[in-house]
C-alpha cells in the first residue's frame, strides 16, 4: 500500500525535531513543551509517521488559527515594523541568537502543512473533542507548573506582560479556547474536509 505522506517529509520533520527539542530543553527548560505549539509540532511528527487524521485533525484544530495569528503579528512587524499583538516579540529579542530563534520558524510551517494533512488523510470530526479534552490537561498542568512569569499558556493572563489573574480568569481560558478557538476551526475544517 503506498503511503499517503512522503518520506522526505517524514524524516525531515523528525531530525528538525531532534534538533529542536535538546536545544530548548536547555534554553527553557521542560515546561516550554506544554505550549500548546510544540505539543502540535510533535503530534505533528506521530502524524506523519502513523498517518493518523485523528492526530492531524487534532493538532489542526489545536492551532491552526491560534499560529495564523502569530504568523500575521510576525509578518507585520518583520515587514512593518508595527507591533499588532506581541506574540512574536521574542523573534525580534537581539539577546536570543539568530539560530534559537529560527528554529521557532515552525510556527509559520505549521498551519499550512497541518491543513494538507487534513487534506490528504481527512478530517477525523472526532478533533475537537479530543483536543478539548487535550486542553484542558495541559492547561491545567500549565498553571500547576508554569509561573506567571513564564506564562505558559497564557493561564495567567493575556500577553506577554506579568499578569496573575484568578480562577474564574482560569475557567473562563478553559472554556474560551474550546469555543473561541478550536470550535470555529473545527467547522472549518469539517465544511472543507469532509
Same mark, same amino acid.
Given at each position: 500500500m503506498? /503511503?499517503? %505522506?512522503p518520506l522526505w517529509l517524514k524524516l525531515g520533520c523528525m531530525i528538525y525535531v531532534s534538533v529542536l527539542v535538546p536545544v530548548y530543553l536547555r534554553r527553557y527548560g521542560a515546561a516550554n513543551f506544554l505550549w500548546f505549539s510544540d505539543i502540535a509540532l510533535f503530534g505533528t511528527v506521530a502524524a506523519l509517521w502513523l498517518e493518523s487524521s485523528l492526530i492531524? /485533525?487534532?493538532m489542526a484544530v489545536a492551532i491552526v488559527l491560534l499560529e495564523l495569528v502569530w504568523t500575521v503579528d510576525f509578518l507585520a512587524r518583520l515587514v512593518s515594523g508595527v507591533k499588532l499583538m506581541g506574540l512574536s516579540h521574542y523573534m525580534f529579542d537581539t539577546k536570543i541568537s539568530i539560530p534559537i530563534r529560527? *528554529? /521557532? %520558524?515552525?510556527? *509559520?510551517? %505549521?498551519p499550512p502543512l497541518l491543513v494538507w494533512m487534513v487534506w490528504r488523510l481527512e478530517y477525523d470530526e472526532r478533533a475537537f473533542a479530543v483536543q478539548t479534552v487535550l486542553a484542558w490537561i495541559v492547561l491545567s498542568l500549565s498553571r500547576v507548573i508554569s509561573t506567571p512569569k513564564e506564562n505558559i499558556n497564557w493561564v495567567y493572563g493575556l500577553g506577554s506582560t506579568r499578569q496573575h489573574y484568578g480562577l474564574l480568569y482560569f475557567i473562563a481560558l478553559m472554556i474560551g479556547f474550546p469555543l473561541i478557538v478550536y470550535l470555529p476551526t473545527h467547522l472549518i475544517l469539517k465544511a472543507l474536509f469532509n
Open positions: 503506498e /503511503s499517503a %505522506l492531524a /485533525s487534532t529560527a *528554529l /521557532s %520558524l515552525f510556527h *509559520l510551517i %505549521l
